[in-house]
């Protein structure tokens, strides 16, 4: 999901001042203690068409919350994941990085510095040790977390944050930096190792919509296959994907801008890299140019694409800013009736937290209102009637 700075990140940064901080630390790049273990089952995987969670097969509900990493009220996390795996939300897809090129105020989270050719790793309390704890809250009530390591848009950093210390005119520069790349590399190795044994990982996300605006799609592609075969090399146990929009696919094209390649994106040849588990792709017809209607469509495109490849598609990203329920329920629905599609995940999750409502990007519907109770309710209630629950 593209933000807008001044709507999320500003409000966002200031949600996190708001909250009682922790004591501010310099960055470092010693690990701190990770998260104990406390949970059972084998980690979640896929088996053909379908995704594996505590040993369970079948079609998974989730949501987003790019900001729960960077809360500092343990509570307030846990609040979350209580009221997650009350509904029977199985996965939330979370932002593992907080990139910057300047330290910010006392107390406002953040997890990597970049400066001057340089990059630190803060692992302290307004750092890694705050995604300690969202894992370390997972793990101990089932939820199971993707987690992401770099942004395409400039909220929370992105790739421009890398750009803008080594050098590069612009994100399209990410890709090909060796620099960049290294630092990328030692960020991942220090995040993949730190939850490495967690039962709450689903997944390693190598980026939240990763683009390459009119390169050969051949520039992404080397990219995805070296840094998820590098992942595969840290931790062969977890998952692997992604975190695309879906671009880049002639299966059901229609020939609207989607479907085409000029973002840099071929959908079914990147599903052939050994070291991607499984398909991800998003829905915004609003921001695509395209209707409501067509989005079922793309979700049935992708399933067909997914089921070539033998590999589950998840429905990563969708939301709208009004009229939930009338149009993101039936996208719900052909995504529960498609073959090779296995999950879904709006966008996004918010909660009352201890100093008022989560940030809402517009998009956001809240627990315990009647969109929850349509999208989430009444959809679990679905997927469970399905068979496939």
Avoid at 251 to 273: H, K, N, Q, R, V
Wanted: proline share 4%; hydrophobic share 35%.
């Amino acid at each position: 999901m593209r933000f807008s700075p001044s709507l999320i990140s500003l409000a966002s940064l200031a949600l996190a001042n708001a909250l009682p901080q922790a004591a501010s630390s310099s960055p470092s790049s010693t690990p701190s203690s990770t998260p104990t273990n406390t949970a059972s089952g084998a980690f979640p995987t896929t088996s053909g068409l379908e995704f594996v969670i505590d040993n369970e097969t079948g079609y998974f509900p989730g949501s987003n919350s790019y900001w729960i990493g960077f809360l500092t009220n343990n509570a307030d996390v846990d609040l979350v994941f209580d009221h997650m795996a009350s509904s029977g939300l199985r996965i939330l897809r979370v932002w593992g990085f907080n990139d910057v090129n300047e330290i910010p105020t006392s107390g406002t989270v953040y997890y990597q510095l970049h400066q001057n050719g340089v990059s630190i790793i803060n692992t302290g309390e307004d750092g890694l040790q705050r995604l300690d704890y969202v894992v370390q809250s997972a793990e101990e009530r089932g939820v199971k977390l993707i987690i992401n390591f770099v942004n395409y848009w400039n909220d929370y950093g992105g790739m421009n944050a890398y750009v803008q210390a080594y050098g590069g005119a612009s994100n399209a520069d990410f890709y090909a930096s060796a620099e960049m790349q290294a630092a990328y590399r030692a960020y991942v190795e220090a995040v993949v190792s730190r939850y490495a044994d967690s039962p709450a990982v689903f997944a390693w996300e190598l980026a939240n919509e990763p683009r390459c605006q009119g390169c050969e799609t051949g520039v992404l592609h080397e990219w995805i296959e070296g840094v998820s075969g590098f992942i595969k090399g840290l931790d062969a146990a977890h998952m692997v994907c992604i975190g695309d929009e879906g671009f880049g696919l002639d299966t059901g094209s229609d020939g609207s801008y989607p479907y085409g390649y000029s973002e840099g994106s071929d959908f079914a040849t990147a599903l052939t890299i050994d070291t991607i588990d499984f398909g991800t792709f998003h829905l915004y017809p609003d921001s695509w140019g395209t209707n409501n209607d067509w989005g079922n469509g793309w979700i049935t495109s992708h399933g067909a694409a997914c089921a070539a490849a033998g590999k589950p598609c998840l429905f990563e990203e969708y939301g709208v800013t009004s009229d939930h329920c009338a149009i993101e329920k039936p996208w719900q629905t052909t995504a529960l009736n498609t073959t090779g599609v296995s999950g879904d995940l709006y966008w996004q999750y918010g909660d009352e937290l201890s100093t008022g409502p989560s940030a809402d990007d517009g998009n956001t519907f809240y627990y315990g209102t009647e969109e929850f109770e349509c999208l989430v309710t009444e959809h679990i209630d679905a997927i469970e009637a399905s068979g496939r629950g």
